[in-house]
């Protein structure tokens, strides 16, 4: 069992930055993938980035590409979300996701996949 804890998000301007932050409660968080979702009022929890167990290899949804950056610093059992020129419509609650994998196993996007989710921490970007 693995449990995650989001946090880092806040109220922001347009423009802003801000890293989030997905620490594990185990060890074993170096052998899982990782996963960044966001929800936003009314809407369906959509994919954001993702991280494979090694770090070597990411994915993002086409709305954050070049905005967002994940990593992971698996000495320290934390996977980061780091995010550049927000927008308003990045507001959301962001969850973080993981699931054991085998080394060589690419970034996964969908989330039904994930084992473990954490409870989420809250972004918003005013205008």
């Known amino acids: 069992q693995v449990q995650l804890v989001e946090s880092g998000g806040e109220l922001v301007q347009a423009g802003d930055s801000l890293r989030l932050s997905c620490a594990a409660s185990?060890?074993?968080?170096?052998?899982?993938?990782v996963g960044w979702f966001r929800q936003a009022p009314g809407q369906e929890r959509e994919f954001v980035a993702a991280?494979?167990?090694?770090?070597?290899?990411?994915n993002y949804a086409d709305s954050v590409r070049g905005r967002f950056t994940v990593s992971r610093d698996n000495a320290k059992n934390t996977v980061y979300l780091h995010m550049a020129s927000l927008r308003p419509e990045d507001t959301a609650i962001y969850y973080c996701s993981s699931k054991r994998t085998i080394l060589t196993f690419p970034p996964i996007v969908e989330a039904g996949s994930y084992a473990y989710w954490g409870q989420g921490t809250q972004v918003t970007v005013s205008s």
């Open positions: 185990r060890r074993a968080f170096s052998e899982h993938a």
């Open positions: 991280i494979s167990r090694s770090g070597g290899s990411t």
